[in-house]
């Protein structure tokens, strides 16, 4: 079993940063790639970034690309999203996810997060 908990988002002027975590708790912490999606009122979710469990690798979502950036330390158990150059269409629930393999497909996690709300305002 894992446990995620998000914490972070919050309201930022356009332009400007936020950094999200994800803390987990469980044993299975280590091997699982970890990944952040994204939900928007009236929008499917989507798919942010991930990141192996090694963290030597990598993947964004074409929305994020140059933006955002995925990292994890698995001492401490935690996933971080570096959010910069924030725009309005960024607004949204960000949730952890964790999964088997590095994948962008929702259905490959099977533990996630209640969720971190990051509004971005114009």
């Known amino acids: 079993q894992v446990q995620l908990v998000e914490s972070g988002g919050g309201l930022v002027q356009a332009g400007g940063s936020l950094r999200l975590s994800c803390a987990a708790s469980?044993?299975?912490?280590?091997?699982?790639?970890m990944a952040w999606f994204r939900q928007a009122p009236g929008k499917e979710r989507e798919f942010v970034a991930a990141?192996?469990?090694?963290?030597?690798?990598?993947y964004n979502g074409d929305s994020v690309k140059g933006r955002f950036t995925i990292s994890r330390d698995n001492a401490k158990n935690t996933v971080y999203l570096q959010m910069n150059s924030l725009k309005p269409e960024d607004t949204a629930v960000y949730y952890c996810?964790?999964?088997?393999?590095?994948?962008?497909?929702?259905?490959?996690?099977?533990?996630w997060g209640q969720g971190t709300q990051v509004t971005v305002s114009s």
């Open positions: 996810a964790a999964g088997r393999i590095l994948s962008r497909r929702t259905y490959e996690y099977d533990y």
């Open positions: 469980g044993r299975t912490f280590i091997d699982r790639a």
């Open positions: 990141i192996a469990w090694s963290g030597t690798s990598t």
